[in-house]
């Protein structure tokens, strides 16, 4: 498989693409070949640039005879994870539940939980039970997604 990720890779490089993740589903009949892109400029993956990956991707893997038996070959984009990276991530997840891990002053780890409230570059604002709380963005390790505030 580090041929077939390799070859994916370079081919969605060689379309102005990177190549977020690969997965080669063999309990499927056919098997299927799953490949998730983002566009290089950081722009969103559309259904026409999936659709546009998907003629030389499936060339380059008929070229390459890595795949040996039939397989379905599908294009997408990997959406947005439960971790919040992107400034962009963070306006569009305003108002939800998240978890926090940042680190003290001592360098001691510590989570709070709350509704994501605001984001900057030098802060992140979250709202626990109605009070604001601000934690340095230097000192978060992660932000991730939550199903409550508890």
């Not at 080669?24 to 969103?44: E, K, Y």
């Not at 959406?79 to 992107?86: M, Q, R, V, Y």
């Not at 926090?100 to 002053?105: I, L, S, T």
Request: glycine residues 8%; hydrophobic residues 35%; negative net charge.
């Amino acid at each position: 498989m580090p041929d077939l990720e390799t070859l994916a890779s370079t081919t969605a490089s060689e379309n102005g693409y990177e190549l977020c993740g690969l997965q080669l589903l063999t309990h499927l009949i056919p098997m299927t070949l799953q490949v998730q892109i983002r566009q290089a400029s950081g722009n969103d993956v559309s259904l026409d640039d999936c659709a546009n990956l998907s003629g030389p991707m499936g060339i380059a893997i008929e070229n390459s005879n890595l795949l040996s038996a039939p397989y379905v070959l599908e294009i997408s984009s990997p959406g947005i994870g439960d971790t919040l990276k992107s400034d962009r991530d963070f306006k569009s997840f305003n108002g939800f539940p998240v978890k926090v891990v940042f680190k003290n002053k001592e360098g001691s780890e510590l989570q709070e939980n709350g509704l994501l409230h605001e984001c900057s570059s030098s802060h992140v604002n979250l709202n626990i039970k109605g009070r604001i709380k601000q934690i340095e963005r230097n000192d978060v390790i992660y932000v991730r997604l939550t199903t409550s505030t508890d």
